[in-house]
């Protein structure tokens, strides 16, 4: 007798399942083993030959990967769910790099702050230019949702199907028992959010991956489908995209997944201690690029890898959002911004481009610089500073954004 023929799209749909646990997996161990991790470097040995013709230069292709910073703020404000999501119609492929909402990244006029909490101090679009320092790739656009929103999509899509991992408690009551099963919007918000006691944070990571590839599931076929739901959200929905748009955007994630070319994975990070208690970390540098180059290349910004062309921005006015201003200038044109923050003094008249040495290759950096911040070459001086930075910007009451 032969066995029943399971059809096509339940198999997809199991190979798809297979393959989400597969990546769920490898994100659990990623955090997991970090302090146990040594990095391996490859020697490369440069050998002498004789200079040959370089080939013609071939026109550098557009970008065609978009990308979207996807947060959702538990009920403190802060950011619980970060993830960086990529579409590249042309490669028909995308990417999810999840973020632990204790990464640390440098906000412009803000300092160092965890990233989920930058979500509550600063504007969003502060919290996705953070995160877009960091990772050293460009973000296109943002989607943020309050709780009560998430919960209203979810709902909205009918429920997700998801592999519960482990018993979700509300106080002394199981809300959610292990197993694969049906979640409306409440049980997805809070299986979403879960990280129950001595439980790391990869645990939640590996949640987040499954709530939003379930989501994906259920996204209806079309765009014109979709939007109105997006749009029916209300103001716990706010993205820089309008409805029809995002729907686009999400439509096209859905289709690379349908086709198996959808990859989750995790931003690379290492603990560290700053005391009380507190669970932080900070990036892998390494490892991160390796990620970028492997999911992210095409939002790489041109010259961003340069060396010597990181910019630290002193607020010489105190008036907030000078570092921000400076940032939007230099970005774009590939220096790297590494933060801001206030000059000792706030009586400052003219604004300086500081290098600490009196080299050609300074005065053409710092005067690079001044040009892209519409400065004039006598701006540029020469002090000593004690920063990683290769340049330091001294914002002046001149400055005009």
Same mark, same amino acid.
């Given at each position: 007798?032969?066995?029943?023929?399971?059809?096509?799209?339940?198999?997809?749909?199991?190979?798809?399942?297979?393959?989400?646990?597969?990546?769920?997996?490898?994100? !659990?161990?990623?955090?997991g083993v970090l302090a146990l991790l040594a990095a391996a470097?490859?020697?490369?040995?440069?050998?002498?030959?004789p200079p040959r013709p370089a080939?013609? &230069?071939?026109?550098?292709?557009?970008?065609?990967?978009?990308?979207?910073?996807?947060?959702?703020?538990?009920?403190?404000?802060?950011?619980?769910?970060?993830?960086?999501?990529?579409?590249?119609?042309?490669?028909?492929?995308?990417?999810?790099?999840?973020?632990?909402?204790?990464? *640390?990244?440098?906000?412009?006029?803000?300092?160092? *702050?965890?990233?989920?909490?930058?979500?509550?101090?600063?504007? &969003?679009?502060?919290?996705?230019?953070?995160?877009?320092?960091?990772?050293?790739?460009?973000?296109?656009?943002?989607?943020?949702?309050?709780?009560?929103?998430?919960?209203?999509? $979810?709902?909205?899509?009918?429920?997700?199907?998801?592999? %519960?991992?482990?018993?979700?408690?509300?106080?002394?009551?199981?809300?959610?028992?292990?197993?694969?099963?049906?979640?409306?919007?409440?049980?997805?918000?809070?299986?979403?959010?879960?990280?129950?006691?001595?439980?790391?944070?990869?645990?939640?990571?590996?949640?987040?991956?499954?709530?939003?590839?379930?989501?994906?599931?259920?996204?209806?076929?079309?765009?014109?489908?979709?939007?109105?739901?997006?749009?029916?959200? =209300?103001?716990?929905?706010?993205?820089?995209?309008?409805?029809?748009?995002?729907?686009?955007?999400?439509?096209? *994630?859905?289709?690379?997944?349908?086709?198996?070319?959808?990859?989750?994975?995790?931003?690379?990070? $290492?603990?560290?201690?700053? !005391?009380?208690?507190?669970?932080?970390?900070?990036?892998?540098?390494?490892?991160?690029?390796?990620?970028?180059?492997?999911?992210?290349?095409?939002?790489?910004? &041109?010259?961003?890898?340069?060396?010597?062309?990181? %910019?630290?921005?002193?607020?010489?006015?105190?008036?907030?959002?000078? =570092?921000?201003?400076?940032?939007?200038?230099?970005?774009?044109?590939?220096?790297?911004?590494?933060?801001?923050?206030? +000059?000792?003094?706030?009586?400052?008249?003219?604004?300086?481009?500081?290098?600490?040495?009196?080299?050609?290759?300074?005065?053409? *950096? +710092?005067?690079?610089?001044?040009?892209?911040?519409?400065?004039?070459?006598?701006?540029?001086?020469?002090?000593?500073?004690?920063?990683?930075?290769?340049?330091?910007?001294?914002?002046?009451?001149?400055?005009?954004?």
């Open positions: 007798m032969s066995s029943p023929t399971v059809p096509r799209s339940v198999r997809r749909a199991e190979q798809r399942r297979r393959r989400r646990r597969q990546q769920v997996r490898r994100i !659990g161990a990623v955090l470097f490859a020697v490369y040995l440069a050998v002498d030959a080939p013609p &230069a071939a026109a550098e292709p557009s970008r065609t990967q978009s990308t979207l910073l996807f947060q959702v703020r538990g009920p403190n404000g802060e950011g619980v769910v970060n993830a960086l999501l990529a579409h590249d119609p042309r490669e028909q492929a995308g990417a999810v790099v999840l973020a632990p909402p204790q990464v *640390l990244v440098s906000v412009a006029g803000a300092g160092p *702050l965890p990233l989920g909490r930058a979500l509550a101090a600063v504007p &969003a679009a502060a919290s996705r230019d953070a995160l877009s320092d960091l990772a050293g790739v460009v973000i296109d656009q943002g989607w943020t949702l309050e709780l009560p929103a998430l919960i209203a999509l $979810v709902d909205g899509l009918g429920g997700i199907a998801a592999d %519960v991992d482990v018993a979700v408690l509300q106080g002394q009551r199981v809300l959610l028992n292990p197993g694969r099963q049906q979640l409306d919007g409440p049980r997805a918000a809070a299986y979403v959010t879960y990280l129950a006691a001595g439980e790391q944070e990869q645990a939640r990571l590996a949640r987040i991956q499954e709530v939003l590839d379930a989501l994906l599931d259920k996204l209806p076929a079309t765009s014109a489908a979709l939007a109105p739901v997006l749009a029916g959200l =209300g103001e716990g929905s706010v993205s820089t995209l309008a409805p029809p748009d995002l729907a686009a955007f999400l439509l096209g *994630l859905a289709q690379d997944d349908e086709g198996g070319k959808l990859q989750y994975d995790v931003l690379p990070v $290492v603990p560290i201690d700053p !005391g009380g208690g507190v669970t932080a970390f900070r990036i892998d540098p390494e490892r991160v690029r390796t990620l970028v180059d492997r999911l992210l290349a095409d939002s790489v910004p &041109a010259g961003a890898r340069e060396q010597g062309n990181r %910019v630290l921005v002193l607020n010489g006015v105190c008036t907030p959002g000078l =570092g921000e201003a400076v940032r939007r200038k230099l970005v774009p044109v590939g220096f790297t911004f590494v933060g801001s923050r206030n +000059a000792p003094s706030c009586g400052v008249a003219a604004t300086q481009v500081l290098v600490p040495a009196a080299t050609p290759e300074g005065r053409v *950096l +710092a005067e690079r610089v001044a040009t892209a911040l519409g400065l004039p070459p006598t701006s540029v001086a020469t002090q000593e500073f004690g920063t990683v930075a290769d340049v330091v910007v001294l914002v002046g009451a001149d400055f005009r954004p």
